[in-house]
């Protein structure tokens, strides 16, 4: 049963924009850090962004800073990953996870992963 549906992902061309949305299937709870990864083909999963329970702190590395926002609506249940100014070497699979211990930028400490949904961006 899926618990984290992660969801916004498409094809676009370099420059544009997309909005990536994560929503709580109702079964996890409150109080959790949200993070987000992508993984391309043949590369390593990646940190790029994170986000706690209140919104009132939030982590970005520098390779997407000024380019990434992270964002919640918790009474929608949702976390949202702002993507500008989309380049080819964006194109991954993007997960969101969700856990009540993280260390954002590790993934072995999140508990609850989102299926994935695929950003392919053309040149």
């Known amino acids: 049963q899926e618990q984290l549906v992660d969801s916004g992902g498409g094809l676009v061309q370099a420059g544009d924009s997309l909005k990536l949305s994560c929503v709580d299937s109702g079964r996890i709870g409150s109080g959790l850090r949200t993070g987000w990864f992508r993984q391309a083909p043949g590369k390593a999963r990646q940190f790029v962004g994170g986000?706690?329970?209140?919104?009132?702190?939030?982590s970005i590395p520098d390779f997407v800073k000024g380019r990434f926002t992270i964002s919640r609506d918790n009474a929608k249940k949702t976390v949202y990953l702002q993507m500008n100014d989309l380049a080819p070497e964006d194109t991954a699979t993007y997960y969101c996870?969700?856990?009540?211990?993280?260390?954002?930028?590790?993934?072995?400490?999140?508990?609850?992963w989102g299926q994935g949904t695929q950003v392919t961006v053309s040149s």
């Open positions: 996870a969700a856990g009540r211990a993280v260390i954002y930028y590790n993934a072995m400490t999140y508990e609850y």
């Open positions: 986000i706690s329970w209140t919104g009132g702190a939030t």
